[in-house]
């Protein structure tokens, strides 16, 4: 995962992942929503239709936060064949606002300790 920010100081996510499947099955997985919705919620979608910027390759849904302030944000995904048989599948995510306030990055793999502090 990569945090980046954009020539314009927007802040977005990139994940990129190869997969053993061939992109047509990782096509079917994203863009299709009895499959979509085993892995995104239909609840954190602000529009359960994505806008296919390119059909077999590439497209775009909208989420929204499920608590107040209802953050909307995009995910981008990018479905590329590897070389091998399998995908090269790239997500990115930007929010409408340019920012993730809301999102404090940390490992998910912290074995820290919660702190507590002590007035």
Known sequence: MSNVETDD??????????????????????SIPEFRDHWLPPQDLADSEAAIITPGRELR?????????????????TVLPNGIG???LRIVHVPADGSF???????????????LRVA
């Open 9 to 30: 100081g927007h802040a977005i996510i990139e994940l990129e992942y190869d997969l053993d499947e061939p992109p047509q099955k990782v096509w079917r997985a994203i």
């Open 101 to 115: 306030p809301h999102m404090i990055m940390s490992a998910a793999n912290s074995n820290d300790p919660p702190l």
């Open 86 to 88: 399998g995908t090269h």
């Open 61 to 77: 849904y909208t989420l929204r936060d499920g608590a107040p302030p209802f953050v909307e944000s995009t995910v981008t995904f």
